[in-house]
């Protein structure tokens, strides 16, 4: 049976004075599959990469990463992982070709499959013209690319990709989404990606777990997990005349009232799904309710976090900022 | 094995940037050529002292420039370190399997091999200066200390850096090399210095790195009584300040 890709049980990162930024976190990423770590800014992704990447040395719990324990053999974890960290830490002064046959001479390969390597990754990542060009004339997605090609020199069987589209338009976004799935499908490469974009992690993911002040709220598939919120969300937005108060006397009458679903209006879980929106709607018009808007959303991975933390998760339905 | 290949791989992309980026590496060739022709066009009358028996002042003040270029190509590759970590370069390095001891050597292979340019030009100066070579193993002697000092003097830096991981630290490495130079027989002679100068540099290391290359230098033959002493405080420093750069490598991933 194959190791798990990733495995910690109660990890634990605690920074001076006292501050927990990872605070018990149990995961098991099983081989082969895309991982996605959800969470908001601050939740405690990064700092659980680094841990997860041996950058950092956890101060409670264990961590297995490739079969390999990361406080007790950090090197063989090294040479099994690739990292792609979230601020692309490539040097603008080289060129694309010379940081490759770099990152080849780190993990130990002889120069001819150094120079092998580099020229292969530079065409799958599609910067053949411009190897030779100094990486600080890189667009966004450009070193995006780079920083996933030198990821890749020496093969890994585990993939560490911290927030690898933050910053990127949104067609380099999605080029990159192409080349992860890739990259997993072609090559099995297990891939634990950190994102605070839902549809990054809709998208990508065939395992998701939220983080959240350091600590896991969610785990699982997201399918399974949207299914566990239930039902669609039903929202209208109080009209002229009318207040939320108005809105949410009629709609209580469906099921209990889904608090902040809404602004200036009122939502609540619809166990008929879009049948019975119409049965929604001829009960605010009999109640002489105005509404300016109404919408039915299916469950979403913000409905999952809104359930397990009471809150949004930050730039929830935003459109991951242009570079 | 994998140490060397790693170091060299770092040193060459450490080197690149002298060809790349001349503003970060010109300051470092100039300023020894500033402080000889500085040293030896305000001070040479001094080598009229008893002290100097008649030597030429700027050959005397040569092997003070060659250190002091060879101390700023150090500081020079412990703020490339520095800049590293800031930038999140240095985490490429960490995360991946090269030998930590490369992490210290590789940076330091470049500051010794950009030691060697600024003791030419500094040769060169001399040379226009009506200051001759003083024969091959004189001159080869004198690269060694350079050599020998940019590599203890990167260690200084890059030791500075990992622990403050950051390029505001930058003057506590400059500063540590210039005292260490100007506190000793930078210009000179020892039996010349009275008070608490006197004491500071007698018990100064790059006294003796500078005494053992001037004694080569100003008799154009290498004379062991004067070279074993520049050879122990030198392989002194390497060892001190080597634990100095490698210690933190312990420690990186407790930050």
């Given at each position: 049976?194959?190791?798990?890709?990733?495995?910690?049980?109660?990890?634990?990162?605690?920074?001076?004075?006292?501050?927990r930024?990872?605070?018990?976190?149990?995961?098991?990423v099983e081989s082969?599959?895309?991982?996605?770590?959800?969470?908001?800014?601050?939740?405690?992704?990064?700092?659980t990469?680094?841990m997860?990447?041996?950058l950092l040395?956890?101060?409670?719990?264990?961590?297995?990463v490739?079969?390999?324990?990361?406080?007790?053999?950090?090197?063989a974890?090294?040479?099994r992982i690739?990292?792609?960290?979230?601020?692309?830490?490539?040097?603008?002064?080289?060129t694309?070709?010379?940081?490759?046959?770099?990152?080849?001479?780190?993990?130990?390969?002889?120069r001819?499959?150094c120079?092998?390597?580099?020229?292969?990754l530079?065409?799958?990542?599609?910067?053949e013209?411009?190897?030779d060009?100094?990486?600080?004339?890189y667009?966004?997605?450009?070193?995006?690319r780079?920083?996933l090609?030198?990821?890749l020199v020496h093969?890994?069987v585990?993939?560490?990709l911290?927030?690898p589209?933050?910053?990127?338009?949104?067609?380099?976004?999605?080029?990159?989404?192409e080349?992860?799935?890739?990259?997993n499908?072609?090559?099995?490469?297990?891939?634990?990606?950190t994102t605070?974009y839902?549809?990054?992690?809709?998208?990508?993911a065939?395992?998701?777990?939220?983080?959240?002040?350091?600590?896991i709220?969610?785990?699982?598939?997201?399918?399974?997990?949207?299914a566990?919120?239930?039902?669609?969300l039903?929202t209208?937005?109080?009209?002229?005349?009318?207040?939320?108060?108005?809105i949410?006397?009629v709609?209580?009458?469906?099921?209990p009232i889904?608090?902040?679903?809404?602004?200036?209006?009122?939502?609540?879980?619809?166990?008929?799904?879009s049948?019975?929106?119409?049965?929604?709607?001829?009960?605010?018009d009999?109640?002489?309710?105005?509404?300016?808007?109404?919408?039915?959303?299916?469950?979403?991975?913000?409905d999952?976090?809104?359930?397990c933390?009471?809150?949004?998760?930050?730039?929830?339905g935003?459109?991951?900022?242009?570079? | 094995?994998r140490?060397?290949?790693?170091?060299l791989g770092?040193?060459?992309?450490?080197?690149?940037?002298?060809?790349?980026?001349p503003?970060?590496?010109?300051?470092s060739?100039?300023?020894p050529?500033?402080?000889?022709i500085?040293?030896?066009g305000?001070f040479?009358?001094?080598?009229a002292?008893p002290?100097f028996?008649?030597?030429?002042?700027?050959a005397?003040?040569?092997?003070?420039a060659?250190?002091?270029?060879?101390?700023?190509a150090?500081?020079?590759?412990?703020?490339?370190?520095?800049?590293?970590?800031?930038?999140?370069?240095?985490?490429?390095?960490q995360s991946?399997?090269?030998?930590?001891?490369?992490?210290?050597?590789?940076?330091?292979l470049?500051?010794?091999?950009?030691?060697v340019?600024?003791?030419?030009?500094?040769?060169i100066a001399?040379?226009?200066g009506?200051?001759?070579?003083?024969?091959v193993?004189s001159?080869?002697?004198i690269f060694v200390?350079?050599?020998?000092f940019?590599?203890?003097?990167?260690?200084?830096?890059?030791?500075?850096?990992?622990?403050?991981?950051?390029?505001?630290?930058?003057?506590?490495?400059?500063?540590?090399?210039?005292l260490?130079?100007?506190?000793s027989?930078?210009y000179?002679?020892?039996?010349?210095?009275?008070?608490w100068?006197?004491?500071?540099?007698?018990?100064?290391?790059?006294?003796y790195?500078?005494?053992?290359q001037?004694?080569?230098?100003?008799?154009?033959?290498?004379i062991?009584?004067?070279?074993w002493?520049?050879?122990?405080?030198?392989?002194?420093?390497?060892?001190?300040?080597?634990?100095?750069?490698?210690?933190?490598?312990?420690?990186l991933?407790n930050r």
């Amino acid at each position: 049976m194959t190791a798990p890709a990733v495995e910690t049980r109660d990890l634990v990162r605690e920074f001076k004075g006292g501050i927990r930024a990872v605070d018990g976190v149990s995961l098991v990423v099983e081989s082969g599959g895309i991982f996605g770590f959800l969470g908001p800014n601050g939740a405690g992704k990064s700092t659980t990469v680094r841990m997860l990447t041996t950058l950092l040395r956890p101060t409670g719990g264990t961590a297995m990463v490739a079969g390999h324990d990361v406080m007790a053999d950090p090197d063989a974890v090294r040479r099994r992982i690739g990292v792609a960290l979230q601020d692309a830490a490539i040097d603008p002064y080289m060129t694309g070709r010379e940081l490759l046959r770099l990152q080849g001479v780190l993990h130990g390969l002889p120069r001819a499959e150094c120079r092998a390597r580099a020229e292969d990754l530079l065409a799958r990542v599609g910067l053949e013209d411009a190897a030779d060009r100094r990486v600080g004339t890189y667009s966004g997605g450009m070193r995006r690319r780079l920083d996933l090609a030198l990821s890749l020199v020496h093969e890994p069987v585990v993939l560490f990709l911290d927030e690898p589209t933050t910053g990127l338009d949104p067609t380099s976004r999605v080029a990159l989404w192409e080349e992860v799935r890739r990259l997993n499908a072609e090559h099995g490469t297990t891939i634990f990606l950190t994102t605070q974009y839902l549809e990054e992690a809709d998208q990508l993911a065939d395992r998701v777990a939220i983080i959240d002040g350091g600590r896991i709220v969610a785990d699982g598939a997201p399918a399974a997990l949207k299914a566990d919120i239930g039902e669609p969300l039903l929202t209208v937005t109080a009209g002229d005349g009318s207040t939320p108060d108005d809105i949410a006397g009629v709609l209580a009458r469906f099921g209990p009232i889904v608090p902040g679903s809404v602004e200036g209006g009122a939502g609540v879980r619809l166990p008929g799904g879009s049948s019975a929106m119409a049965d929604a709607v001829r009960a605010l018009d009999d109640a002489g309710v105005r509404f300016q808007a109404i919408d039915l959303a299916e469950p979403s991975l913000d409905d999952v976090f809104l359930k397990c933390t009471g809150r949004h998760l930050e730039g929830a339905g935003e459109e991951p900022p242009a570079a | 094995m994998r140490v060397v290949s790693v170091s060299l791989g770092l040193a060459g992309r450490n080197l690149l940037l002298v060809r790349r980026v001349p503003s970060v590496f010109i300051p470092s060739l100039v300023m020894p050529l500033f402080i000889l022709i500085a040293t030896a066009g305000a001070f040479h009358g001094i080598g009229a002292l008893p002290q100097f028996a008649g030597e030429s002042y700027l050959a005397f003040t040569i092997p003070m420039a060659a250190t002091m270029g060879a101390g700023f190509a150090g500081i020079n590759s412990g703020m490339t370190v520095a800049r590293d970590l800031e930038g999140g370069f240095f985490d490429r390095l960490q995360s991946s399997p090269a030998p930590r001891l490369a992490l210290v050597f590789g940076p330091s292979l470049a500051a010794q091999a950009r030691s060697v340019l600024t003791t030419v030009v500094v040769f060169i100066a001399g040379i226009i200066g009506g200051v001759m070579l003083p024969g091959v193993a004189s001159t080869l002697l004198i690269f060694v200390f350079a050599l020998m000092f940019a590599a203890a003097a990167s260690f200084w830096a890059i030791g500075v850096a990992l622990r403050s991981r950051t390029v505001q630290a930058a003057p506590i490495m400059q500063l540590a090399v210039f005292l260490s130079v100007f506190l000793s027989v930078a210009y000179v002679p020892l039996d010349a210095m009275h008070g608490w100068l006197g004491v500071v540099a007698r018990y100064n290391p790059v006294t003796y790195i500078l005494n053992a290359q001037r004694s080569a230098e100003l008799t154009g033959t290498v004379i062991w009584s004067q070279t074993w002493p520049g050879l122990v405080a030198a392989v002194g420093l390497l060892l001190v300040l080597g634990a100095f750069a490698l210690a933190p490598l312990r420690h990186l991933e407790n930050r």
